[in-house]
């Protein structure tokens, strides 16, 4: 994204209230994109880009990390060092799904990586339905297990009209359907807070 | 398993008021099985067994047939008509993980199979949480991510003292976690009955 | 296969002076089959039917066990102690492919497995590149490639019209390309053959 | 690697009259490492560095574009474009295995990548048995493998001692194995040349 796109991107948020977070893909892009944004997300092809993580870390600004779509657990957890060893603590986990053989979906969301995280880190974590499952009808429910799994938060891609969006409409969530999202989380969550609350007792 | 263990089975059963599902290995078998048995299991490893999709199927008992760990959502569909074809139509599918690269959990739960199933077939799905993660402080979290995503059902392994259990201790449930278990699922079931009261409307 | 294709196998046998493997697919049939074929063939989905390895072992025939598409090589290894444990020793492996994300061909054949199955088993191990790629005209480099890496043998799939074959046409070689491929195989046979009499020294 | 260790490996091209392929990792490095080396490798994780593509075209060196341990033939061709778009068309691919279940390898070589570019692409192809097996001891067969399934070149991990390497000494040929690899290629060379002679004929 260039800077004019970066330019309305703040606009929009200094009007709505929201904060902005978007794509950063290369070292030298780091202080371009951190003048207009409040999170700079790590794609997941760039996980293992180890001078973008220390120039995204040294930018000071929260990072969000999302999960190479063939990365072990392991090997997020190690690239997410590179940006915690150089200072910055404020980074956030995306598990956006990985690739298998299943052809039906465009990544396999592994749902079980979010309590994984939960019980081998303290960094948050949250789910990426969208790109996990890259069909719209699939978000609902993925989104729904995510935060049923114990996840932080939950990223949707929501377009006014997905059939002419100029990328992923087939993925994203109509203003009717976000608002559907939205009412059917909110039971979800209250449940899952009681569970937080109560941890299994050890084996 | 011996007719010992199934006439056991078939006792505990009476006793308890709960209907006996066990898993039957070869079609020679299946008459036997399906003596004492309510359901027949077909495992992950004879989900292409043709022969004893068939016998199965003609035993007029229900069947439950768990995805191949390695199976496309289209091969197993293909293996279910194996069932349907012979005018049984008594059948229950089961999800219970699949292989990929990550080596932390012992399969990946593909949840996103549970909706897919719900849209384009009229068959029930189940979740296996024990057998998908392979570590017991998995199962909850992953039972309750497979109802918030519209499971039909969830099947957990349970054991007084997994310590001591012959086999899948590592993924069994004490009494006192199956307990909260239940407790957890029932705000989840019943925010999730709210989703699928109201279907998101077409793109 | 019934009985009656059986017999047509067994005369084309008697007729060339060729020896039949032919795939036996339940325990019952193993009789029946092994009464017409010199070696029985466990298929790929078959490669954990336990109860058919039992019956295969006790036949006394020859037995040749895929690896199951999933399978790791150690779970290949422990599906084959089903057919030693029982006395029989004349145990061929055939590497027929595993399934990955690729989707240009069938499976991917996994080379390393030939090298890595002469280093840690004593058990002669072939290549079935026709299933291992799906496409007739990768056949004959995955052949040349199984034998430099070691192969002890390869199988493929002919035809004399690939074009109206019943199944698996599009991975099978007409009358010419065979021969050009056995032409093509003796180079390389005697360069390997160089090669094991030569094994690499310890690290 | 540095500028210091840049001008090491130029030093010894010089005295030895050998060419200099290293990698690059960054667009801002592209200029300092064009200066040395004769051919810019872009590694594995970088296949779909789009802007490192573009740099490393613009250079006008040759450019060795490692397939990426999770894309498919058609995304790794995609990336090719990048490079061939800007006007540079000295471009090798390199297959270096993928990531699969399998453990006992590091990665799963994917020898049938060969036959499939060389009959896509008009593109050379080589193969990196070291990354793609992980173990000293597989190189040499799967050295062989893929140049008896034609690919052009052979790149190997050499060390004097590999047991005190300081990186990648388990997948690293000592002097004595170089050279047996050396003396084995030969006679498969010799026998690949007769069949790219003569290419089956169509199905």
Redesign the interface.
């Known amino acids: 994204m260039g800077v004019k796109g970066l330019i309305l991107l703040a606009q929009a948020a200094k009007e709505t209230g929201l904060l902005v977070i978007t794509e950063v ?4 892009d780091v202080d371009m994109v951190a003048n207009y944004a409040d999170i700079l997300q790590i794609g997941t ?2 996980m ?4 973008l993580l220390e120039a995204a870390s040294k930018s000071g600004k929260p990072v969000m990390l999302k999960r190479g ?2 990365a ?3 090997e997020w957890l190690l690239a997410a060092e590179y940006v915690l060893a150089l200072g910055n603590n404020q980074l956030i986990l995306c598990e956006r799904g ?8 465009r990544n ?5 990586t ?3 995280i939960e ?1 081998v880190s303290h960094l948050p974590i949250i789910a990426d339905p969208s790109h ?2 890259g069909k ?3 978000v ?3 989104a ?7 996840a932080d938060g939950v990223m949707v891609e929501v377009h006014p009209t ?2 002419t969006a100029l990328k992923d409409g087939q993925q994203s969530l ?1 203003f ?2 976000f608002n ?1 999202l939205m009412s ?1 989380l ?3 969550v ?3 807070a ?2 937080l609350a ?1 941890p ?2 050890g ?1």
């Open positions: 893909m290369s070292p030298q092809r760039n293992q880009n180890f001078n779509f063939s072990t657990i392991q990985i690739r298998t053989f299943e052809t039906y979906t396999t969301m592994d749902i079980s979010i309590p994984i019980k996990g499952t719209w009808y699939l609902i429910p993925l729904l297990a995510s935060v049923a799994a114990g997905p059939d109509t009717e359907n559907k059917q909110q039971p979800v209250a449940a899952v009681r569970r109560v299994p007792s084996k």
